[in-house]
């Protein structure tokens, strides 16, 4: 088990000063969907697939609805789900409000036990080419158009 990285060339801006630099970034091999992880959860214990899903499912609602009340969700050997919000940043504490809050998001902190799992897989590189960050943009900017 391993975890897979390509080498990408990216521009840094620092201080007015334009520099070439190169970074490792993680290549996702594949995604693995809900009934995905349900059919390998069923492996593991006596439930079938359905029971597991099923589950996964209401524990998904759960956490939503705790997160939608302002509770933070911890699942001891999985991580910490918090609540977030995004906002600007303004002049005088009277200017903090609702509108000054761009978007709400979630945070999650893993256990330490899921952290160790993922620092002992390791890495590997997956492809030689060197990826430049700068095509990539200009590549996604005009598929979206």
Do not use: W
Request: one cysteine or more; glycine letters at 6%; proline letters at 3%.
């Amino acid at each position: 088990m391993a975890i897979g990285y390509i080498r990408k060339k990216q521009k840094l801006n620092h201080n007015g000063e334009v520099k070439e630099v190169y970074l490792a970034k993680v290549c996702y091999i594949n995604h693995i969907d809900t009934e995905g992880l349900a059919q390998d959860i069923s492996k593991m214990c006596s439930a079938s697939p359905a029971d597991v899903l099923m589950h996964l499912r209401a524990m998904e609602e759960c956490i939503g609805s705790h997160i939608a009340n302002g509770n933070a969700v911890r699942l001891d050997t999985l991580g910490t789900f918090y609540p977030a919000i995004h906002a600007s940043a303004v002049a005088s504490p009277e200017k903090v409000n609702q509108h000054s809050i761009k978007r709400l998001g979630m945070l999650f902190k893993p256990s330490a036990r899921l952290m160790e799992m993922v620092k002992k897989a390791g890495v590997y590189l997956v492809d030689k080419r060197i990826f430049d960050a700068d095509t990539h943009a200009r590549e996604k900017k005009n598929k979206d158009k």
